[in-house]
């Protein structure tokens, strides 16, 4: 389909492929974004641990997520790994990282996939790995992703969808990924874009931005992702793109070393309270970056 017919016809939308409990089974009514928000800053989170700026001292400041420190949940159907606090599992020192809420890594089996459930107020998107990954909305609208393309949701005053393994006989690899946004009860929006892979080698692309005018999908937030496939060897300076942002980085395959620290797959890394870094591809590697605000409004 026309990308521009299908965002026409797709004003009403989701791309968030996971729910917090309870969400298919219709227990709550609450608010996706109150629920998480809530959570996010319940009183016994000592908030220096999530990664909030600090305002006195601008030297650069870090954290280290490696892989095999996530949280897991291995359900059968869907096999998904945590880099914040998800679902059943909490831990206070992980709840984000300034706007960004979630970062799951998930593996749908065959033929399996989420079923019709609803999302509010976040700004959702989904970056496929491997595989074909359905999607249905309560405007009726079909579509499938697939590796190389991204997905994005802003769910705003609400939506219904589901989200199906396309593939009866190879499981289906992707992103997860949830920010709070900067303005509630907009109109829901769904969009969806097919990258040019040659973008991609030994530099950052642009692939989310604050803005319909730029490069690849836009958010209500004020924050940029960037992908990028790197030789090994291959060096580039990052800029940060706005004042009061920080940036994590997933490694998605290879080894890199970002702003000094050493970095393997699935690896996550937080900076802020700074300009700009250096990252260099250890060996052929393939980095998320995601420049967000670290202040949520």
């Known amino acids: 389909m026309d990308r521009k017919k299908f965002i026409k016809q797709s004003l009403l939308g989701a791309a968030g492929l996971g729910t917090l409990p309870g969400a298919i089974r219709g227990e709550s009514r609450r608010s ?5 928000r809530e959570e996010t800053f319940s009183a016994e989170d000592p908030v220096g641990f999530n990664h909030l700026p600090n305002t006195e001292v601008r030297t650069m400041k870090t954290v280290l997520h490696k892989a095999n420190t996530r949280g897991h949940a291995n359900h059968g159907w869907l096999d998904s790994h945590h880099s914040f606090s998800f679902a059943n599992y909490r831990n206070p020192e992980r709840m ?33 790995l491997e595989g074909d990954l359905e999607h249905k909305d309560s405007m009726g609208n079909t579509a499938v992703i697939k590796q ?33 946004p900067n303005q509630k009860q907009v109109t829901p929006r769904y969009d969806q874009i097919t990258l040019q892979s040659n973008h991609l080698k030994n ?3 642009q692939i989310l931005s604050p803005s319909a005018d730029d490069a690849g999908v836009w958010v209500h937030q004020n924050a940029w992702f960037h992908l990028g496939e790197f030789e090994a060897g291959k060096s580039t300076h990052y800029q940060v793109k706005s004042a009061g942002n920080g940036v994590y980085a997933f490694i998605i395959e290879g080894d890199a070393t970002i702003a000094g620290q050493e970095l393997n797959k699935r690896d ?17 590697a393939k980095i998320l970056l995601m420049d967000v605000p670290m202040q949520i409004s």
């Open 203 to 205: 530099a950052f692309y």
């Open 268 to 284: 996550g890394f937080g900076i802020w309270d700074t300009s700009g870094f250096e990252v260099c591809a250890d060996s052929d």
């Open 32 to 36: 996706t974004y109150d629920k998480l």
């Open 148 to 180: 190389g393309d991204v997905q994005v949701m802003s769910a705003g005053t609400g939506i219904y969808h589901s989200e199906f393994n396309k593939n009866t006989n190879q499981a289906v690899k992707f992103l997860q990924i949830w920010m709070f």
């Open 96 to 128: 984000h990282f300034g706007v960004l809420r979630v970062l799951n890594d998930d593996i749908v089996a065959a033929g399996r996939g989420f079923n019709t459930h609803p999302h509010d107020n976040m700004e959702i998107i989904s970056i496929p």
